[in-house]
C-alpha cells in the first residue's frame, strides 16, 4: 500500500512538470486512505491536462508559424542577433546557402549604408520589449544591394523575459530604384537648369513633366492604404494634368470585370463616394479593350470609335494607361475630355510612368496589408501561448512530446544503438525482441544504415532515400538526431501500397506511349509519297512538328491525269489523338472525293469537302463539331499557273524579294451546306517561293515575354531566308521557333501542331 507524504506534495508538482509522475489511474488502489486516493487522482488529472494543453499549444504555434514561413523572408536570431533559423525565402533572398547563414549575425548582409546610430535605435527599441520597423538596404553573397521592409518582433517567455528575435523582410529594392531614379533624375535636370539660363521650351517641358511626376511620386509613396493609392492618383491628375476628370478601375479577383474603384473630377462630385460605380466586362470598350492588350491608348475622336462607351455624358477624346505589375495589368487610369485631339503623347508618357509607380505602390500595400495580418495573428498567439503557458513550469514548455500513440511505427535508440523505446505500431509490425534475438543479419544491417546516416550530422530531421524493407513491406524512413540528448528517434511510413501503385502506372503509362507510337506509324502511313513533286517543282521542304506523338495536321497529295499536281496542307481539329483521328477522317475524305467527283475547278473539291463534314455532324448522335482547315493548291507546268481554294489558310508567294499573301474563304467547314467555296488563280515564274504553312506556328507563345510568334514576324523570317537552298531553309525555321519558345527565363511547351510546307518553282 501507498502512503502520501503530504510535507512533499511539491515534489510531486514538479515530478508533473517534468512529466515523470510515477504512479497512473491503475495504482489508485494502492494508496491506503481515501484522502490519499482523493489527492493521487487530482494530480494524475493534473498533468493529463497540463500534456493536453501543451500539444494544443505546440501545434497552434507551428501552423502559424507555417503560414508566416510560406508568406515571407523569415528569420530567427538568439537575444544576441545569433541567427537561429531561416524560411526558403530569406536564402532565396540572399543567396546564401542555409548552412552559411545559421549561427552568424546579419552582419553578414550588412552593406555598410547605414549608420551605428541607425542600429543602436533598433537594438534599442526590440530590446525594450517593442517591434521594430524600418528599412534595410543589404548585400547578398554575389554582391548586388537589395532593399527589405523589416518588421522585427521580440519573443518573450512566459516570465517577461526576451529569449528571441523574429525578424520578417519584404522585398522593397524596385520601389527604392524606382525612388532613386526618380530622386537622381530630378536633381540632375534641376542642377543643368541651374547651369544653363537660355533653355528652351523642350527643356522645360521636360523639367516640369519630372516635377509633376515627382509630385505624384512623394504623393503615392505617402499613401498609407491601398484606397489612399487610387483616390490620390485620381486627384492629382485632375490637378496637375488639367483633365476635367480621372477614373481609376482594378480587376475583380476572377479578372472577367474591371470595377470603378476611383473616380474625381465631373464624374465624381461626392468626395470619396462614388454613386452607382462603373462595371466594365474584360475586352469592352475602350478600357476593357486596353485592359486585354496592355497597351495604352489616346482616343483623339471617339465619335469615331466604335469601342466608346457613353456613361454620363458624351465626350470627344480618351487616353486610356495600364497599370501593369510584372506584365500583369492590374488595373486602368482613364480619363475623358469633351475636345477633340485634347490628349498629347506628353499627357502619355506622365500617366505610364506614374502608372508604373502606382502599380508597385498598390502591390507594396497589399503586402503591408497581409504582413499586418500576420502580424496581428502573430500577437494573438503570443498572448495565447503565454495565457495557456502561465501555469507551467519553464523546462515544461521546451520538452517535446514523444509521439507515443503514433499510428505508424516510432522507435529510439541511443548513440550505441541500444533500443530504449518503441510505440505500440512499432512492437505489432516488427515483434522487436523477437527481431533483436532470431534476426541479427537483419538488426547489424540497420545499425551499419544508421551510423553512416548520423556521422557528421547536426541536430534535426533526417530522410533516408532507401528506404527500409521488411517482409515484402517497404517503409518511407526518416530520422531525427539529437546530439544534446543523445538518442535517435526512426520515424517509418508503410509506403507498400503507394509504390505498388506508381509501378502500375508506370507500366501504363509505356503501354499508352507504345499505343501512341504504333499509332504515329499508322499516321505516316497514310502521308502521299512526295517523290512525284521533285520533278515537278525545282525544290521543297516540309517542315511537320506534332504537339504530341501524333498529330491533327496532315498533307496530302495527288497527281492528276492531266498532269497537274494537287497539294493541300490540313488543320484538323485538336492535336494528339482526337487530332489524329479527324486527319485520317480527312484524308479518306480526300481520297473519296478524288475517286468519285469529276472535278471542273479546285474548289469544287473543297465544296464537296464541306458537304461530306455537313452530313458526318449531321448524322452524328453526338453534337459533332469536329472539322479541319484546309488550303488545297493546283499546280500547272505548262500554263506556269497556280490556283488554290480552301478554308480558313492563307499561303505566301516571295518573287523579286517582295512577298505577297494570299486567302481563302473563312466558312468552316461543314457547319453551312450551303455555303459555297470560291478559288483563285496566280501566274507563277521560276524561281517564285510559295509557302504552305497552318497556325500553330505563328500562335506559339515564347520570347522575352512569353507572347505569341505572330504573322509579322514569320512572314519577315521566310523573306530573310527565300534565297537559301530549301534544306536549310527548314532547319533555320527549326531552330528559329525551337528558339522562340525557349524565352528568356522560361521553356514554352509546344502548343499546337506545327506544319510549314515551301515550294520552288
Not at 511539491?10 to 515523470?20: A, F, G, V
Not at 501512341?516 to 512538328?545: A, M, T
Not at 452530313?615 to 484546309?630: C, E, P, Y
Not at 517564285?688 to 507563345?701: A, P, R
Request: glycine share 4%; proline share 2%; net charge negative.
Amino acid at each position: 500500500m501507498k502512503i502520501f507524504n503530504h510535507d512533499i506534495i511539491s515534489d510531486y508538482l514538479s515530478q508533473i512538470l517534468n512529466d515523470e509522475l510515477d504512479f497512473s489511474l491503475e495504482d489508485l488502489d494502492n494508496f491506503k486512505s481515501e484522502k490519499d486516493k482523493e489527492l493521487a487522482y487530482g494530480l494524475i488529472t493534473l498533468s493529463e491536462d497540463l500534456k493536453f494543453y501543451k500539444k494544443k499549444s505546440n501545434h497552434l504555434i507551428d501552423n502559424l508559424q507555417a503560414a508566416l514561413f510560406n508568406s515571407s523572408a523569415v528569420a530567427i536570431t538568439d537575444k544576441k542577433g545569433i541567427i537561429k533559423k531561416v524560411n526558403s525565402q530569406f536564402i532565396q533572398l540572399t543567396g546564401y546557402a542555409e548552412n552559411q547563414l545559421l549561427n552568424n549575425s546579419f552582419k553578414l548582409l550588412n552593406s555598410g549604408f547605414h549608420s551605428k546610430a541607425y542600429f543602436k535605435q533598433m537594438w534599442d527599441t526590440i530590446n525594450s520589449g517593442k517591434v521594430w520597423q524600418g528599412e534595410f538596404k543589404n548585400q547578398s553573397k554575389n554582391g548586388n544591394y537589395f532593399w527589405v521592409y523589416t518588421h522585427i518582433f521580440p519573443i518573450k517567455n512566459i516570465d517577461g523575459e526576451i529569449e528571441e528575435f523574429w525578424s520578417i523582410r519584404q522585398n522593397i529594392s524596385e520601389k527604392k530604384h524606382i525612388e532613386e531614379s526618380l530622386q537622381k533624375a530630378n536633381k540632375d535636370l534641376k542642377e543643368k537648369v541651374e547651369k544653363e539660363s537660355d533653355l528652351n521650351q523642350e527643356l522645360k517641358n521636360v523639367v516640369s513633366n519630372l516635377t509633376i511626376i515627382n509630385r505624384f511620386s512623394i504623393l503615392i509613396q505617402n499613401a498609407k492604404t491601398y484606397d489612399d493609392v487610387l483616390w490620390s492618383v485620381a486627384k492629382e491628375a485632375v490637378a496637375e494634368l488639367g483633365f476635367i476628370d480621372c477614373v481609376i478601375y482594378v480587376f475583380d479577383e476572377k479578372r472577367e470585370y474591371l470595377l470603378q474603384k476611383a473616380s474625381h473630377g465631373t464624374k465624381n462630385q461626392k468626395g470619396r463616394e462614388i454613386f452607382n460605380p462603373i462595371k466594365i466586362k474584360t475586352g469592352e470598350g475602350i478600357v476593357g479593350y486596353v485592359a486585354k492588350s496592355g497597351v495604352s491608348e489616346i482616343v483623339s475622336d471617339t465619335s469615331k470609335d466604335s469601342r466608346y462607351i457613353v456613361d454620363d455624358d458624351s465626350r470627344l477624346s480618351e487616353i486610356t494607361v495600364p497599370i501593369v505589375y510584372e506584365d500583369q495589368v492590374i488595373g486602368i487610369i482613364d480619363s475623358e475630355h469633351p475636345e477633340r485631339d485634347f490628349f498629347t503623347n506628353n499627357h502619355l508618357g506622365i500617366l505610364e510612368t506614374i502608372s508604373a509607380i502606382t502599380s508597385t505602390k498598390i502591390i507594396q500595400t497589399q503586402l503591408n496589408f497581409d504582413l499586418i495580418q500576420h502580424q496581428s495573428d502573430l500577437e494573438k498567439t503570443i498572448a495565447d501561448r503565454t495565457s495557456e503557458l502561465a501555469k507551467r513550469n519553464e523546462e515544461l514548455s521546451k520538452m517535446a512530446l514523444f509521439p507515443a500513440h503514433n499510428p505508424n511505427p516510432v522507435i529510439e535508440f541511443d548513440f550505441k544503438f541500444n533500443l530504449k523505446f518503441a510505440n505500440e505500431a512499432a512492437e505489432k509490425i516488427f515483434h522487436l525482441a523477437s527481431i533483436f534475438q532470431d534476426q541479427p543479419v537483419l538488426v547489424e544491417k540497420l545499425k551499419r544504415l544508421l551510423k553512416s546516416t548520423i556521422k557528421g550530422k547536426k541536430t534535426g530531421k533526417y530522410h533516408i532515400k532507401e528506404g527500409f524493407y521488411f517482409e515484402e513491406r517497404k517503409f518511407d524512413f526518416n530520422i531525427y538526431i539529437d546530439n544534446e540528448m543523445k538518442f535517435i528517434r526512426l520515424y517509418l511510413n508503410d509506403i507498400t501500397v503507394n509504390t505498388k501503385l506508381q509501378n502500375d502506372l508506370k507500366e501504363q503509362n509505356e503501354s499508352i506511349v507504345d499505343s501512341l507510337n504504333y499509332s504515329q506509324r499508322i499516321q505516316q502511313s497514310i502521308l502521299p509519297d512526295l517523290n512525284q513533286l521533285k520533278g515537278i517543282f525545282h525544290d521543297y521542304f516540309i517542315l511537320y512538328k506534332p504537339k504530341d506523338i501524333v498529330s491533327g495536321d496532315f498533307y496530302w497529295s495527288q497527281k492528276h491525269p492531266s498532269g497537274k499536281v494537287l497539294f493541300a496542307l490540313n488543320d484538323c481539329t485538336g492535336h494528339g489523338v482526337p487530332g489524329a483521328l479527324m486527319s485520317i477522317i480527312g484524308n479518306d475524305a480526300l481520297n473519296s472525293i478524288m475517286t468519285t467527283v469529276n472535278l471542273q475547278d479546285i474548289s469544287d473539291i473543297v465544296n464537296h469537302l464541306n458537304e461530306y463534314y455537313y452530313n458526318l455532324r449531321i448524322n452524328s448522335s453526338n453534337d459533332l463539331r469536329d472539322t479541319m482547315d484546309v488550303m488545297i493548291i493546283c499546280y500547272d507546268q505548262k500554263e506556269m499557273c497556280l490556283k488554290f481554294s480552301g478554308s480558313k489558310q492563307r499561303f505566301y508567294l516571295i518573287r523579286d524579294n517582295e512577298l505577297q499573301a494570299y486567302s481563302v474563304d473563312s466558312y468552316t467547314l461543314g457547319l453551312v451546306k450551303e455555303n459555297k467555296f470560291s478559288s483563285g488563280t496566280v501566274s507563277v515564274k521560276k524561281g517564285d517561293l510559295i509557302y504552305l504553312f497552318t497556325d500553330g506556328y505563328v500562335d506559339q507563345f515564347g520570347g522575352k515575354r512569353g507572347k505569341k510568334f505572330k504573322y509579322t514576324r514569320f512572314r519577315d523570317l521566310l523573306v530573310s531566308i527565300h534565297q537559301l537552298p530549301m534544306t536549310e531553309q527548314k532547319e533555320i525555321l527549326d531552330n528559329s521557333i525551337n528558339s522562340w519558345m525557349k524565352g528568356e527565363n522560361y521553356t514554352h511547351e509546344q502548343i499546337d501542331d506545327i506544319s510549314v510546307v515551301g515550294f520552288r518553282v
